[in-house]
């Protein structure tokens, strides 16, 4: 199993930048891709971002291409989304999760973390 927690969500105005960290326990965090979703309120969860366990592979939600970019540091067991000219419809809880397979991350994850806020002014 891995446990994950995030952090890094914040209020930000239209055009900034955020910088998400997921930290994960466990020793097999290299074995897992990584992904995040995000979920504003009353809509339906999003995939947003999804690596590789070995960080070569990633995948972006077209909303997303170009803006915003996942990595992560298997070496401290983290990883991460730097958000880019961020705009009002990307407020969001945004989760981070862990799944078996890359396929799989890009629809859902098998391990969650609570989510972090993340609100964007006009």
């Known amino acids: 199993q891995v446990q994950l927690v995030e952090s890094g969500g914040g209020l930000v105005q239209a055009g900034g930048s955020l910088r998400l960290s997921c930290a994960a326990s466990?020793?097999?965090?290299?074995?897992?891709?990584m992904g995040w979703f995000r979920q504003a309120p009353g809509k339906e969860r999003e995939f947003v971002a999804a690596i590789s366990w070995s960080g070569i592979s990633t995948y972006y939600a077209d909303s997303v291409k170009g803006r915003f970019t996942i990595s992560r540091d298997n070496a401290k067991n983290t990883v991460y989304l730097q958000m880019n000219s961020l705009k009002p419809e990307d407020t969001a809880n945004y989760y981070c999760?862990?799944?078996?397979?890359?396929?799989?991350?890009?629809?859902?994850?098998?391990?969650w973390g609570q989510g972090t806020q993340v609100t964007v002014s006009s």
């Open positions: 466990g020793r097999t965090f290299s074995s897992y891709a």
């Open positions: 999760a862990a799944g078996h397979t890359i396929v799989r991350i890009t629809t859902n994850g098998d391990y």
